[in-house]
């Protein structure tokens, strides 16, 4: 059986979402956030967004989540870059769930 891997990102970064999916299929199930097959798909019809995104971790063995500067955001009053607030909130998720490793 192969180990499960998940695959997490901005909209805008589907793209090289699924070119890493590519890559790690043959040895791994890949399931990419967005995936629309019923049987795959992390977020369900009907379902709490957050109920399914907390159960996640659990379903996987491993989570690779994509944090790219898609932000803008002001800090002290200066402009930067950074990850989604979702991104980091899904990789804490995984980090306590499976480990910084």
Request: charged share 30%; with cysteine.
């Amino acid at each position: 059986m192969k180990k499960r891997i998940f695959i997490g990102c901005s909209t805008e970064e589907l793209g090289m979402a699924n070119v890493v999916k590519a890559i790690l299929d043959i040895d791994f199930e890949v399931v990419v956030w967005n995936e629309n097959m019923w049987e795959k798909s992390v977020f369900k019809l009907n379902n709490n967004f957050l109920n399914d995104l907390l159960k996640a971790p659990l379903k996987f063995d491993f989570g690779i989540l994509i944090g790219t500067p898609d932000d803008k955001v002001e800090v002290r009053g200066e402009e930067k870059l950074q990850a989604r607030d979702n991104i980091m909130f899904e990789l804490g998720l995984f980090i306590g769930r499976l480990g910084i490793d």
